[in-house]
């Protein structure tokens, strides 16, 4: 006896009926206590994220928050201070925050009872297990953390640009047989192309974009107009990757003296003179 295609229907409706419900009951109820605790969701710059992950105690503090009657240049009235210890000596210590979005809707923090550290796989019978589940606040506010252009963070992010392209490559000198002169002779076209090739690959290796922003302000602080093919030699970096970081720190003259030229943006001008300004301050103080 034949089924017809309502009958069909009915019985796979009641069927997704079935596993939902039994799905709920495995899942429980979601515990509501905490939905009114209003929370700030901010985004921090990776590194510091992973300086914090290490940090496995309860109540430690990381740092501190200021909050200014009036705002700086950029805009921002609120500032972090990471702790200036010897665990964060490779990190900046001093951070402007900046509030992207006053009024998040329909945003929450949810936790599980689950150690975040262990490791399951999805075939597991722990991953089939339910597992508590509790909202633990409401997002009030959505901010984005970034360092402050100082003389201190320049010198970090210049030494992990330097540490980052160093050559880790080592000559080992070879013995002077017969066998090793034969292998070289052997291997010289071998060996050009490959280090033709090791040349493209270091010249195309692309670099976090923060990093590589660092590295441009440095370029600028030099000199205040660089050309394209020119910050192209410099950043040794891929050439579409370059333009999209560039357009969002400079832009292009397209007349006058510096004609197709790259300037930074009054912004960033601003920064750079200020810190520059700052460090000229200090040197003259130390001379006195």
Sequence with gaps: MGLSDTETGAKADVRQAK?????????????MDELGNKVWLVKVPAFLAEKWKQTHEDGVQLGKMRIYERPDSSGSNI?????????NKDIPKEYRMQVSNERVRNMFIFS??????AIVKPTSVEANKAVPMAITGTVHHECTVTPTYTDEYKRIMRKRVLDRHKNAR??????SSEYSR????????????????????SRMARMERQDLMNLIFAKFEKFPYWSFQGLLEE????????REVLADIARLNKSGPYVNTYSLK?????ASAEAAKAKAS???????
């Design 282 to 288: 200090a040197e003259k103080e130390s001379d006195d």
């Design 170 to 175: 080592k000559v080992q000198p070879m013995h």
């Design 79 to 87: 500032s972090v201070l990471v702790n200036d210890t010897a665990e």
């Design 112 to 117: 599980e009872s689950r150690d975040p550290r």
């Design 182 to 201: 034969s292998m070289l002779a052997a291997g010289a076209d071998m060996f050009d192309t490959a280090q033709k090739k090791a040349k493209t690959d």
């Design 266 to 270: 009054p912004e960033f001008r601003k």
């Design 235 to 242: 950043t040794r970096q891929p050439t579409a990757y370059l």
């Design 19 to 31: 596993s939902e419900s039994e799905l709920e009951d495995e899942l429980g109820e979601v515990n």
